[in-house]
């Protein structure tokens, strides 16, 4: 099925380091929605924007809804080593979407932080 | 709130056996899903429902069957596991608004020998 682009695929990073991930589509959505995963667990929400130019914060991090509706960024600050996982960015609704919940997934960005 | 919870958590079929895999939210969310996550493939919509007593097909279906008969509860069936379905099922469900945020189960791992 349709995917996002999202980059980049991993990063390894200091402690303390900041870190910065995008995804691109080349159709619109409504809602862009950044994920959490731990090995073994579900995709916890991390943030959920629903207006284009959008920008919101839960604590350390930061998600902006693109003013073209086509991309998202997601930034951590200060990283720490619980912030290993796989972070994925979805879209939702818009041209290429539907009236009900169905996500388009980026490929995920696998994050590796060492103390 | 427990949120979405799925059990069970890990099964192993022989091919050809049938199971039943069930989903239950409690915020009274009108939509569910039915998601499987395999490595390069991502997460692929299976079947969905957008209200009590209703499904449809999502991208993915063959091979299963869903349920609806309850607004907390979903249920995901395999009439005739095969190899092909060995994966990481996750239930999610969301409010009826497009473009509510989806939450999703802590997922079940399924493998078929």
């Known amino acids: 099925g349709q995917q996002l682009n999202q980059s980049p695929q991993s990063m390894f990073i200091q402690e303390g380091e900041d870190v910065s991930m995008n995804c691109t589509s080349s159709s619109i959505f409504n809602t862009w929605l950044w994920y959490k995963q731990d090995p073994g667990e579900g995709p916890v929400l991390l943030i959920a924007l629903y207006k284009a130019g959008e920008l919101t914060s839960n604590g350390r991090l930061t998600a902006q809804f693109g003013i073209t509706r086509k991309d998202s960024f997601l930034n951590i600050s200060a990283s720490i080593p619980s912030d290993v996982g796989i972070y994925f960015c979805?879209?939702?609704?818009?041209?290429?979407?539907?009236?009900?919940?169905?996500?388009?997934f980026g490929q995920g960005t696998i994050l590796t932080v060492h103390p | 709130n427990a949120g979405v919870t799925q059990t069970p958590k890990f099964r192993v079929l022989k091919t050809g056996q049938s199971m039943t895999l069930l989903c239950a939210q409690d915020?009274?969310?009108?939509?569910m899903y039915w998601y499987r996550q395999d490595p390069g493939m991502g997460l692929r919509l299976i079947h969905y429902?957008?209200?009590?007593?209703?499904?449809a097909k999502g991208e993915v279906p063959d091979g299963y069957n869903v349920s609806r008969l309850k607004k907390q509860n979903f249920l995901l069936g395999l009439e005739s596991a095969a190899p092909s379905q060995t994966s990481v099922y996750f239930c999610?469900?969301?409010?009826?608004?497009?473009?509510?945020?989806?939450?999703f189960g802590p997922g079940t791992r399924l493998t078929v020998l």
């Open positions: 429902s957008v209200g009590e007593g209703t499904t």
């Open positions: 979805a879209g939702q609704g818009g041209a290429g979407g539907t009236s009900y919940g169905k996500l388009t």
């Open positions: 915020m009274n969310h009108e939509y």
């Open positions: 999610a469900s969301s409010f009826r608004t497009s473009g509510g945020a989806v939450f």
